[in-house]
């Protein structure tokens, strides 16, 4: 079992920047892909970003983020982040992580292990 803790959300303005972390509780956490999902009020979660598990050459965007957001992961801390800039009201959302050995994927099956959840709020 593999436990998932985010963290690094908050309220910032439109325009401004954001870092989120995930962090794992395995030790091996070097074999898993990663992904990020965000889900607003209303709205179906939806995929934001992925990264392949080891050196995490391998990463996927939503078409939205593209350019503005960045996955990157670093296996000695067991963390995997997403770096958000010039960040828009649009992406206020629940944004939580998660970890399997079938990805990287944009799909949510592919992913067996979940964090709670950090929020994200972004003020025009």
């Known amino acids: 079992q593999v436990q998932l803790v985010e963290s690094g959300g908050g309220l910032v303005q439109a325009g401004g920047s954001l870092r989120l972390s995930c962090a794992a509780s395995t030790r091996t956490f070097s074999d898993y892909a990663a992904g990020w999902f965000r889900q607003a009020p209303g709205k179906e979660r939806e995929f934001v970003a992925t990264?392949?598990?080891?050196?995490?050459?391998?990463?996927y965007y939503q078409d939205s983020v593209k350019g503005r957001f960045t996955i990157s992961r670093d296996n000695a801390k067991n963390t995997v982040y997403l770096q958000m800039n010039d960040l828009k009201p649009e992406d206020t959302a629940v944004y939580r992580c998660a970890a399997g050995n079938r990805g990287p994927s944009r799909l949510e099956s592919f992913y067996d292990y979940w964090g709670q959840g950090t929020q994200v709020t972004v003020s025009s």
């Open positions: 990264i392949s598990w080891e050196s995490g050459s391998t990463t």
